[in-house]
């Protein structure tokens, strides 16, 4: 596994570096965001280390710079900032975990392994990718968006995965009746699930056929 390190303090680089080559991994390290963007343009890592707080660019302007240019590649960030908006700007950009320093070698030994069995499980699934940023994962029957799971009810899962299944065709009221209950239920309960569906997805995905179901937009 080939791990990118970006941390412009010299004694935490040169030790986190250490630990994760003894634990088995390939690692580059960097100490300014400008290098770290060139790397990832000329070559592909695994899973990416960056602090927030570098010179040059920095860590939360060099996920979306990649992000915007298609690298979808796994990301932990390192950092002092502890502020609740902070950590919140570095999901929404699209980052798997937000260590906050100091922290503990081992803690980040473990967060590093963790990162890498779920981005290893997820290249075995099938992914289909969606407009708007969104992938659904068929053998977790997981939507992410931007590489963030998208929490839904065990019902809106089970809708999704019939519309997947039958994406840029019609998907009548009575189909998804069957698939998902198995028997009756109140029309009623199959419009307000559908529409809370629509609220976590960009709601242009999923359009009303009038007078004859819905259509999963692809």
Request: overall charge negative; hydrophobic content about 35%.
């Amino acid at each position: 596994m080939k791990i990118l390190l970006l941390e412009d303090e010299y004694m935490l680089r040169k030790s986190i570096k250490e630990l994760l080559e003894d634990n088995g991994y390939i690692v580059e390290d960097f100490s300014d965001g400008k290098s770290v963007l060139d790397a990832t343009f000329e070559g592909t890592y695994d899973l990416l280390l960056l602090d927030v707080n570098v010179p040059g660019v920095n860590g939360f302007e060099l996920l979306e710079q990649l992000r915007k240019n298609g690298v979808q590649t796994p990301t932990i960030f390192i950092t002092s900032l502890t502020e609740i908006d902070s950590m919140e700007r570095g999901y929404d950009l699209g980052c798997c975990d937000y260590i906050k320093k100091p922290f503990d070698m081992k803690e980040l030994k473990l967060r590093v392994a963790t990162a890498l069995k779920l981005a290893s499980l997820r290249s075995n699934e099938e992914t289909i990718t969606l407009p708007g940023g969104y992938e659904y994962h068929t053998k977790s029957f997981t939507l992410t968006k931007d590489d963030e799971e998208v929490s839904l009810s065990k019902t809106e899962k089970m809708i999704l995965d019939l519309f997947i299944k039958y994406k840029n065709q019609v998907v009548t009221p009575e189909m998804i009746t069957e698939y998902v209950w198995e028997d009756y239920v109140d029309p009623a309960n199959v419009r307000v699930q559908i529409n809370n569906l629509r609220k976590k997805l960009n709601k242009d995905l999923i359009s009303n056929i009038r007078g004859v179901g819905y259509k999963l937009e692809t």
